[in-house]
């Protein structure tokens, strides 16, 4: 089975407040971690998360706007292929002081 990438953006335009609201639900978070992993599709993360597909397609277009994962190709060895979901980010940090909030991302290729 290889994956093919089909996320191409080349710069972030992500609300960070929203991605810190995102982050605030445990299924999305889970279903960060499992797509820092490597492409998961819905299926396989609706099992991991122990939710409904409903939830966890809610959950990967909140995960999609904030720019946190991204969707790829997935090819199976008979030729198929299937969308996957994986993570675009390996590090988020917050700072907090007397100007606000800030948050600084590093993606995944980085």
Known sequence: MSTQASNT???ST???AAQLDVLGDDC???ILIATSEGPK???ELTKRTDSSSATVYRRINN???SELIAECVRFDDDGSHTTAYEATVDVLRVRIDADGI???VSDADE
């Open 9 to 11: 953006r080349s710069e």
């Open 63 to 65: 995960l999609l706007e």
């Open 28 to 30: 999305a978070r889970t």
């Open 14 to 16: 992500a609300d960070h």
């Open 41 to 43: 599709t819905a299926k």
């Open 102 to 104: 800030d948050v600084a």
